[in-house]
C-alpha cells in the first residue's frame, strides 16, 4: 500500500498524462475537469491563459496528426495539497520544458499552474 505522499504524486501523474493524451484534450469537458477553476498558464508562445482560455482552445479542436512524446517525468509533494510536476515534451512543433502544479480541491487534484517553455532537442 502507498504511503499518502506517494498517492498523491501517482494521482498527479496520472492527471498530467491524462492531459497530455489526444483523447482527453479533444474533450474540452473534460479538460476543464481537470484544471483549477483559478489555473493559469504560461505556454510556449509566452502567452499567459486561463482555464476558460484552455478550455475554449480545445473545443472543437481535435489534434489528429500530433504525436506527442514525454520524457524525464518527475514529480515531488511540495507541501499537503500542492505537487510539481517537470518534464520535456516533444511534438511536431518542437520541444519543451515544462512544469506544473496541482492542488488538491474537494473534487480532487487539479492542475493550477502550467508552464512550456521552448527547448532545442528532445
Known amino acids: 500500500m502507498y504511503d499518502v505522499d506517494e498517492q498523491a504524486v501517482r494521482a498527479v501523474l496520472e492527471g498530467e498524462l491524462r492531459l497530455l493524451g489526444v483523447p482527453v484534450r479533444a474533450l474540452a469537458e473534460?479538460?476543464?475537469e481537470l484544471l483549477d477553476a483559478e489555473f493559469v498558464e504560461f505556454d510556449t508562445s509566452g502567452k499567459r491563459c486561463d482555464q476558460a482560455l484552455?478550455?475554449?482552445a480545445y473545443r472543437g479542436a481535435v489534434p489528429l496528426d500530433e504525436?506527442?512524446?514525454v520524457s524525464?517525468?518527475?514529480a515531488a509533494l511540495l507541501a499537503p495539497g500542492l505537487v510539481h510536476v517537470t518534464y520535456r515534451s516533444g511534438s511536431n512543433d518542437g520541444c519543451a520544458l515544462r512544469s506544473s502544479l496541482w492542488r488538491r480541491t474537494p473534487a480532487g487534484w487539479r492542475r493550477y499552474f502550467h508552464q512550456g517553455?521552448?527547448?532545442e532537442g528532445t
Open 54 to 56: 484552455v478550455v475554449a
Open 117 to 119: 517553455t521552448l527547448s
Open 72 to 74: 524525464d517525468m518527475a
Open 30 to 32: 473534460t479538460v476543464g
Open 67 to 69: 504525436t506527442l512524446t
